[in-house]
């Protein structure tokens, strides 16, 4: 056996402390925390799940994270075959055959899968899926931000059992908080934020049954503006200006439009008062001219924004994801203790339901640039980001189309596992098919009262839906990948649902590295807590942690 002579030993030695002092610790702050065994669902209690999801955090290493600041970028509806598919569309776009293409956050240094389903319900909605990642405790499906006591539509148990958010941690601790969306900002996502409801369509007081009013709830829009908090929240856009109006008034884009608010409230109007020197915009236009030091309100059009592919229609002139994403990092990075910003891209989701693939991915790309961007403005030093989905749809991927074979086109390729054609491939009865398709949804190939028999055009608003009695079409002279086509769907239905599967988490900078494995969804949140030093502490502070200093429980006090 060979030996280091002393000259050789020293210098080896000399190097090894070199390398010790120079490179980074890769040394995580791992702990076990004690999660109780319960009966499920029966034993899942708010506090079960907090700590459960704290403990999945702590024993990756969380705890080791030192961020200044968090990016969540939510892309709604973002399944993993819509992340492929994107992925390749744009590699296309590119001129490139497309699957050797990645979008922005896949290659971020750290990934896992999330278990996306709502306490009460195998496939979730995004009401209890954002409310898991916002507040550390899987829910109920249809409720914002509070326990899996709540049953829906229970205002009385709803203000016994709200769970503190993240934005909400941060704002009651200094920190600067922003929401932007491509939805209402009243939607569900946005909504899981900043405020708590038992039922997430409870968007304005006149969605609001009475008794819940006089139970003391109080609405969505109301709570983003009244908030002992909202101070704090220094950027606020998307759609949803209907829901901050009157009735009485008329939208200022859209003439034909009128706020949808019955108590007479104008709560930008208030929102302004609360935030003197704050900058209120409607259009692109403004936005770009609002001060970049000031609080900043967007609200640019009456309900959802328009899809990307839409966007010149707009009257006023709506700015992308990515603009908005800028405008709100450049603003929340003047504040000296740090930030939260929630970015979602709301209309992959919709697509989806929609039955079209083309937009559905078309809003993924643009969720990559508004990734991007945040990739561009800040360092992984300082600010973790992290990139997920909070449920998944039954948009399907198959076939065996060869290499580069158009995303939203017809397989070209084998019908089985053997050598690829320079044909289309077809299936049994001897007709095209396309690689996208749809489990169910409004692309179903019977007759309704809106089209025909055969392929569906977007949009296809659905009733009177009837049984395809001559099969699947000929797609041979169909043009698939145009912006009105609608994959074909197997069950018919009016709105595609959401699935059950996994999603993808994608995370860089500190405390990235306990994203890995295969993760509750409630966990997220965990991460992100425990990887901020300085929310922990309010934690901790308020008596929340255990002896290792892991937050283990929510007190009530810790974000006042």
């Not at 056996?1 to 050789?8: E, V, Y």
């Not at 590699?91 to 990934?111: A, C, I, M, V």
């Not at 908080?177 to 708590?196: K, L, N, S």
């Not at 961007?373 to 990139?387: C, E, F, G, K, R």
Request: hydrophobic content about 35%.
């Amino acid at each position: 056996m060979s030996r280091l002579t002393p000259a050789a030993a020293a210098l080896a030695t000399a190097l090894l402390c070199a390398a010790c002092a120079t490179a980074p610790s890769t040394t995580t702050r791992a702990f076990d925390v004690d999660v109780p065994r319960v009966e499920h669902p029966a034993g899942e209690t708010s506090a079960w799940w907090f700590r459960s999801g704290a403990a999945q955090a702590a024993t990756r290493g969380a705890m080791g994270g030192h961020a200044k600041n968090v990016i969540v970028f939510l892309g709604d509806g973002m399944s993993l075959p819509t992340v492929a598919a994107a992925r390749i569309l744009e590699g296309q776009r590119n001129g490139h055959p497309g699957e050797e293409n990645r979008l922005s956050w896949e290659d971020f240094p750290y990934t896992a899968l999330s278990k996306t389903y709502n306490t009460d319900s195998q496939t979730p909605d995004s009401a209890g899926t954002m409310s898991a990642i916002a507040t550390g405790v899987k829910t109920r499906i249809g409720v914002i931000a509070v326990g899996p006591e709540v049953p829906r539509g229970d205002c009385a148990q709803a203000l016994l059992h709200p769970t503190t958010t993240l934005w909400e941690l941060a704002a009651s601790q200094d920190m600067d908080v922003g929401i932007v969306t491509t939805t209402r900002i009243t939607h569900a996502t946005p909504a899981a934020t900043f405020t708590h409801a038992p039922d997430r369509n409870w968007e304005n007081d006149a969605e609001m049954p009475a008794a819940a009013h006089a139970a003391g709830c109080i609405d969505i829009a109301r709570q983003l503006v009244e908030s002992p908090l909202a101070d704090r929240v220094k950027v606020l856009m998307g759609g949803g200006r209907s829901n901050f109006m009157p009735a009485a008034e008329e939208d200022p884009e859209y003439a034909d439009k009128h706020g949808l608010r019955l108590d007479g409230r104008d709560l930008v109007g208030e929102w302004s008062k609360r935030h003197p020197g704050g900058a209120y915009v409607w259009n692109e236009k403004q936005l770009q001219q609002a001060p970049a030091d000031a609080p900043l309100l967007g609200l640019f059009d009456p309900s959802h924004m328009h899809y990307v592919t839409e966007r010149d229609t707009d009257k006023g002139g709506e700015p992308e994801l990515a603009t908005m994403t800028r405008a709100a990092i450049s603003r929340l990075s003047k504040g000296r203790n740090g930030y939260v910003l929630l970015v979602e891209g709301g209309r992959i989701d919709h697509g989806h339901h929609e039955g079209n693939a083309y937009r559905a991915l078309t809003e993924t790309i643009a969720f990559s640039d508004a990734v991007r961007v945040a990739m561009q403005s800040t360092s992984p030093d300082d600010t973790l980001i992290l990139v997920t989905a909070d449920h998944s749809h039954t948009l399907s991927f198959g076939g065996y189309p060869a290499r580069g074979n158009p995303i939203l086109g017809k397989v070209k390729g084998s019908s089985g596992e053997g050598d690829g054609k320079s044909e289309y491939a077809t299936d049994a009865l001897g007709h095209p098919y396309t690689t996208l398709n749809y489990a169910n949804g409004p692309g179903y190939l019977g007759a309704t009262d809106q089209q025909p028999e055969g392929s569906k055009r977007y949009p296809h608003v659905v009733s009177g839906a009837r049984e395809a009695e001559h099969g699947r079409p000929d797609l041979s002279h169909v043009d698939t990948a145009a912006p009105s086509y609608m994959q074909e769907s197997i069950m018919p239905m009016a709105s595609e649902t959401h699935g059950g599967d996994d999603v993808g988490i994608w995370a860089r900078g500190p405390g990235s590295q306990a994203v890995r494995g295969s993760l509750e969804e409630n966990a997220i949140f965990h991460i992100l807590l425990q990887a901020t030093p300085r929310l922990r502490a309010a934690v901790c502070k308020a008596g929340g942690c255990d002896s290792n200093g892991v937050p283990v429980a929510m007190p009530a006090a810790a974000a006042r």
